[in-house]
């Protein structure tokens, strides 16, 4: 009995310290690190004390590593369930549209409320390969169900020699109406060769495949227009007939597609796993889900004991993540590259590593890998899906005028957390370098939602929304529970909110040359008083 109780008590220790910042919650863990390390050894075999605590630390620790490892499946299953509930089912021939733009009431990590989202996973497991009609003028992409993008055409201009997952403005037809072929994993290239003079062929990993359309509107009261031009796709298979196209406008139901930080959360790793093809990219890390229980063609039964344990390392697992996300400022290392977009400003990060902040070129491909030794950009990585989700080359190594680019900021301008209770400024320069749109957002920093606005249905302030300009045609903009004093400004350069805590985006869509030489440098965030 006081065997079992010591084992017990030592995983209490393993997952509840963390739950306190308390100098105490340190120096418990230190004892508990002490204890792992000196437990009772007979000879070289552990005691059966030993065992039951090293039996339990070791499901603790392989639980809490996936979860990170995950994060990305996990997150891109959590938007497809969500989405799901909201259009009876997801197929290749149903897409969802937010077409009031997407408000906080969908809770979704850092969505983007300046453009027309719409979303869809085509499903190729009975059609085989599919045919995609894009319409003109979109910025789109696609990934599987790993949340890898899908492997397009060649080309030389591309960082790596090949389209990887964009399609419209940043893909090979350069915005244009266009075809794509689309390819399950039993089907390659070279099988199709005959047709490339028809369609941009792209090869999944996964029979599913996650499309991702933004489609633009100049007029903020007018949206029909970015709306229709979405409902222009079509999606059938290359082989037999097709159903019609059913599309779904969502931005006024309230819906989750974020994930559960308890057991659920590799409940719903599991349903991923149970559904798609085996992530043969990583045979270790299959290894580990293995062996807490999750395995393809093996059904998941996790006893009342385990379900705890995978609470706790779920919990830890977020909190971790979070800690990496929230704070990325400080994650710049030798070994792996630079966190920062802009050096003068260094509380905006990338989304992406950087080599000394070089826009052209990003330190990781879109698969998270480093592209100097091929490892995995592990904080980038969990950085990247903890707080957001989609990629492609777009994304990551955006060109002069194609795709976007992204800055985030979860501190001050002193690298102090931006708090919900106390009021900011942001000054933006003169001549932003966007020749499509940018636009600032607030997000929650727990959910990574956007935050509840109170003044406005958007949690995001950008050009479109005119806001005041200085004399010198730059914008300061204001964040927080009290408005400026300036009535004028107070209605249209504020967003009137009051989160726990919270975080930003600035957003160029469509980026130029100043953003990419660095002789454009935002402001950061100025606290400017705090009301509790």
Known sequence: MKRTLLAISIFAITCNASASSSPDAVSSM?????????????????????????????????????YQWALPIVNMKAMQEGHA???????????????????????????????????????????????????AGL????????????????????????????????????????????????KKREDYAQLAD?????????????????????????????????????????????????????????????????????ETLNRAVQNMELATFDPYMNGVMAAIGISKGVEFTPTEKQKEMLTKAAQTGWKISKEIALNFDEKSSKTTGDTWFWKEAPSWVAHALTDKGNQYHALSDPYYHNIKTGYTNVDAITHMYTNHYSMSSGMINAKIGAGAKYAGAYKDKDLNPLIGSCNYSLHIPADVPASLFWSVTAYDAATAAGVNVENHQWPSLGDRDNPIKNSDDSVTLFFGPTAPENAQLAKNNWLQFDNDSWFSLIRFYGPQQSLFDGSWVPGEFEKINCVK
């Open 198 to 266: 028809k369609y941009f062929i792209y090869e999944s990993n996964t029979s599913e495949v996650f499309l991702f359309l933004r489609s633009f509107f100049k007029d903020m009261n007018n949206l029909e227009p970015a709306v229709n031009r979405v409902k222009e796709i079509k999606v059938y298979p290359l082989n037999g007939s097709a159903e019609s196209m059913e599309f779904f406008n969502v931005s006024d139901v309230p819906s989750k597609s974020i994930w559960d930080n308890d057991y659920r959360f590799y």
């Open 85 to 135: 509930e909201l259009m009876n089912g997801t197929a290749y021939n149903k897409i969802a549209i937010y077409q009031d733009r997407l408000k906080p009431n969908s809770l979704i990590t850092t969505p983007n409320s300046d453009v027309i989202y719409a979303m869809g996973w085509l499903d190729m497991k009975e059609t085989g390969p599919l045919i995609i009609e894009h319409p």
């Open 30 to 66: 230190s004892d508990r690190y002490s204890t792992l390390a000196n437990l009772e050894m007979n000879g070289g075999f552990p005691t059966e004390t030993s065992q039951k605590i090293l039996q339990n630390e070791s499901y603790f620790q392989r639980a809490s590593m996936l």
């Open 139 to 186: 910025q789109s992409l696609m990934d599987d169900m790993y949340h890898h993008p899908l492997r397009g055409p060649l080309d030389k201009n591309q960082p790596g020699g090949q389209y990887l997952g964009d399609i419209g403005n940043a893909g090979p037809d350069k915005g244009k109406a266009a075809k794509f072929l689309i390819l399950p994993p039993n």
